[in-house]
């Protein structure tokens, strides 16, 4: 009997190992730069797609930041600079960016700021990829997939070089989930790691308010999944710290145990958009905010905040302060009582816009063109103006010279060409939620598996707006890296998303092989000779198979 002679072996030689493997400092041979090189040569033979991939995104930001020098405005970005120079707390919004924008404001230049943005963006696409691979055993091209919103997204990088509070929430949020899910091999994060959670969802919530009704989803989630109570105890604790502490601040500042003095404001301007105080009881007091004009003819949500037109105009300035406030919020609560349907009707009818194919000018013009790599600078508004000494506005204060964004060719014209083409359709965010949605159904028996947490957060960062304002372009943007995130987890080998992806790409591949064509078998004398154990994706797989 002849006897094939057997294969060499795949594996790599002993110098080959040697180069792709890191030495150890202290060891015969390391040096700095010899250790580097074996680590970049490990980390491109195990990532190459998601390297390939990312490198385009960070000279795509590189170039926002060369034709934009060095930041673009928002409307709000004003405030957040005017309370970091006056280090004071806004009524209206939670300012935990402003802290932020204060510890760099000894640089004096918004350089910095967005450059940080623009990293943390980039991070938040590694630990999206991270995580998929190392908790999940994803695929390289299904990990690497799941980054390419974030990274790529024109409106994103966009939204990364404003002066916005957005992407910090982002990357705080994420690594959050990250720490959290990252364990494989404990049944359950240590309690330090819990801690570190907590702490996270507080800085979170002091940079957005958004991110409170979120430590609600993470405990839940942490119960589903039988995580000690103690441990849930810790993150709910821990995050509540920054929480109350920032509260406490601004009582000693406005008098009121609060985050800020405009929850009733904003839930106000939700409601008047449907409100008939006729359906209602409304006292005395409150009902010099009724309208009389039909609901079909009310402007937007957003113009009974910060219109002239708005009944809240009529108390004394701020509208921001104790009394109106107070009394927005009983309205609101009794529009909403007494008009359930309608408030529901409102609340789905600006979630849907998050899926429309095309962008849309919303809500205004204005508006929407800050969202924008436009041919200028925003002017700096007159209310941001004010004498301070050499500046003539809180802008110029904070960087100690020009506040205006300089617009430099052709690296400008590059990355507004870029935006103009390159963004994710709301159309495609709502599929990816619907695909989360149906591998976690194929997981019902675990509750929808791990992908419930980052599907639940992302569901929840365009409803919670939507139910208390109003929508949002820029919100949508927070929201997509966390779909994409469940996508990967939903559909990973093992899981029954996974299973059945890979069963149905079985079946295709079947449907078009030739006709008379042999298909692929694997000799029993070679199945012998593999491995025993084998990686613990296959053995997952196999017994998903039942082989």
């Not at 060499?8 to 700095?32: M, Q, Y």
């Not at 970091?84 to 209206?92: E, K």
């Not at 979630?351 to 969202?371: G, H, M, Q």
């Amino acid at each position: 009997m002849r006897v094939m002679p057997a294969a060499p072996s795949r594996e790599p030689t002993a110098r080959r190992a040697w180069s792709i493997r890191s030495i150890k400092p202290g060891r015969p041979g390391w040096t700095t730069r010899s250790g580097a090189r074996a680590l970049a040569a490990r980390a491109w033979a195990r990532h190459r797609l998601f390297l390939i991939v990312l490198t385009p995104a960070v000279l795509l930001r590189i170039d926002a930041e060369l034709g934009y020098r060095w930041h673009a405005w928002f409307n709000d970005s004003f405030q957040y600079v005017q309370n970091t120079v006056h280090f004071q707390l806004d009524p209206a919004r939670v300012s935990g960016y402003s802290i932020w924008l204060k510890i760099l404001q000894l640089l004096h230049t918004y350089a910095v700021v967005t450059i940080l943005q623009h990293l943390m963006a980039v991070a938040v696409a590694v630990m999206i990829y991270a995580l998929a691979r190392h908790r999940f055993r994803s695929p390289a091209w299904l990990a690497t997939l799941a980054t390419v919103p974030v990274l790529y997204d024109g409106f994103e990088i966009q939204l990364e070089h404003l002066i916005m509070a957005d992407v910090p929430f982002l990357f705080l949020l994420t690594l959050a989930v990250t720490l959290l899910l990252w364990d494989t091999e404990a049944p359950a994060p240590s309690l330090g790691r819990c801690v570190i959670v907590g702490a996270l969802l507080g800085l979170a919530e002091v940079m957005r308010s958004v991110g409170l009704p979120l430590l609600a989803v993470f405990a839940v989630y942490m119960i589903i999944k039988r995580i000690s109570w103690r441990k849930v105890a810790a993150t709910i604790v821990v995050c509540l710290i920054p929480v109350f502490g920032y509260a406490g601040l601004f009582y000693a500042e406005h008098g009121q145990f609060a985050m800020t003095e405009s929850t009733g404001v904003f839930l106000y301007s939700r409601v008047m958009t449907f409100a008939d105080c006729t359906k209602m009881k409304v006292p005395a007091n409150e009902l010099s905010l009724c309208t009389t004009v039909p609901p079909d003819k009310r402007p937007i949500a957003q113009a009974y905040i910060w219109t002239s037109q708005s009944p809240l105009s009529r108390f004394p300035p701020s509208k921001f302060s104790p009394v109106p406030n107070q009394l927005a919020e009983n309205f609101a609560i009794r529009a909403i009582k007494a008009q359930p349907l309608d408030y529901a009707t409102a609340v789905a009818k600006d979630t849907l816009r998050v899926f429309a194919w095309k962008r849309v000018i919303f809500p205004n013009a204005p508006t929407y063109d800050e969202y924008i790599f436009g041919y200028r600078s925003l002017p700096i508004p007159k209310w941001d103006q004010a004498d301070l000494g050499p500046y003539d506005s809180y802008a110029a204060a904070y960087v100690h010279g020009d506040p205006l964004t300089q617009v430099v060719a052709p690296f400008a014209n590059v990355i507004r060409g870029y935006q103009r083409y390159v963004w994710l359709p709301g159309s495609v965010y709502g599929l990816i939620l619907l695909a989360d949605l149906g591998g976690m159904v194929l997981a019902w028996r675990r509750f929808g598996g791990e992908a419930l947490l980052p599907w639940t957060i992302s569901l929840a960062l365009i409803v919670i707006p939507a139910a208390t304002a109003e929508f949002d372009y820029r919100y949508v943007l927070v929201a997509v890296p966390f779909a994409c995130l469940a996508a990967a987890m939903a559909f990973s080998p093992g899981t029954a998303g996974g299973n059945l992806a890979r069963r149905l790409g079985a079946r295709l591949g079947k449907r078009r092989q030739r006709p008379g064509e042999a298909a692929d078998v694997i000799p029993a004398r070679d199945k012998a000779s593999a491995p025993a154990g084998g990686s613990g994706d296959d053995q997952r797989d196999l017994a998903a198979d039942g082989t």
